[in-house]
């Protein structure tokens, strides 16, 4: 991908100059960069929101992983993009700390479809950005 495509977090870690983290709780990042990462998926996450007060949503997201969860009933709402590098170990040790089997299954099967996709190939297809979200009137949250 020539443009990647740019996601945004309150704060956003490096290592050994590479981006390997983003972080955010503000709503209309998590909104925007869901958008971003896949229609579909926003689709499905607002309408589990929607219907069950409660979301959580683990997309593929070029090399980087997405864990995303909201409650409605609690106001709490968190977005953790990382890069596993390419590491299955990596990938088994996160989802060993998921609260549920349904979310560790999760969690591998991003892993696998980052992987199917070949790590190098999907390596710039998005960047992680320390910063405020565009607000252009095309992202609003409904």
């Known amino acids: 991908m020539s443009n990647p495509t740019k996601l945004y977090y309150d704060k956003v870690l490096t290592h050994n ?30 309408d589990s929101l929607s219907k069950n007060n409660v979301a959580t949503s683990i997309p593929p997201t070029g090399r980087f992983i997405s864990l995303i969860s909201m409650t409605l009933n609690e106001g709490e709402r968190q977005m953790v993009t990382m890069d596993l590098l390419d590491s299955e170990e990596g990938a088994k040790a996160m ?6 089997k349904e979310e560790r299954d999760k969690i591998m099967n991003a892993f696998y479809m980052v992987r199917t996709k070949g790590y190098e190939n999907v390596y710039n297809d998005f960047i992680l950005i320390e910063g405020e979200a565009p607000t252009d009137g095309k992202n609003s949250l409904i």
């Open 17 to 46: 100059g590479q981006t390997v983290h983003g972080q955010t709780t503000d709503l209309s990042k998590i909104f925007y960069n869901l958008k971003q990462i896949d229609k579909s998926w926003f689709d499905k996450f607002t």
């Open 95 to 100: 989802a060993s700390k998921a609260d549920t």
